[in-house]
């Protein structure tokens, strides 16, 4: 019974379901969805069009949405173009282009490696490498 449930939750199309939450929960600013979706351990470096590296835990990326939503930023660019999704037990990593301009106030287009545990009943993101580039017009 355990097996025919882990196949239901370790697809691509449960990796990208779970990546959609994301996407959506993330554009609208919802810091307690943020809460369940990223995992304990979560680490995100962001890797700015500058060279510039940025790296943030679990709290400090809540916190970055939390002030951008105090800011009164409208809801973000949800566009994503997703490339590939690997699933190795209970590992996944899901690789997509995203674009908006929330890491760093201007809209840009975003180069992800998104790395999720499945832990706890649900597939949690753990670390994200984000490279950060100009819209090519």
């Known amino acids: 019974m355990a097996t025919n449930a882990h196949n239901k939750t370790h697809t691509k199309e449960a990796i ?6 994301l996407i959506d929960r993330a554009t609208n600013f919802d810091i307690e969805a ?3 979706i990223y995992h304990k351990d979560f ?7 500058d060279g ?15 002030k951008q939503a105090k800011e ?5 660019n949800t566009w ?19 674009q908006h301009s929330g890491m760093n106030e201007q ?13 706890d009943g649900r ?8 490279f950060l580039r100009p819209l090519i017009e």
């Open 72 to 76: 009164g930023k409208t809801q973000l």
């Open 52 to 66: 510039k590296v940025v790296t943030y835990n679990k709290q400090e990326f809540k916190d970055h949405f939390a």
């Open 80 to 98: 994503a173009d997703w490339h590939d999704f690997n699933i190795i037990g209970d590992s996944a990593v899901c690789v997509l282009t995203r």
């Open 107 to 119: 809209e840009m287009r975003l180069l992800c490696n998104i790395e999720l545990r499945f832990d």
């Open 123 to 130: 597939w949690q993101v753990i670390r994200e490498a984000i």
């Open 16 to 21: 990208r379901g779970a990546m959609e939450h």
């Open 43 to 49: 680490h995100t470096t962001l890797v700015m069009p």
């Open 34 to 36: 943020l809460e369940t």
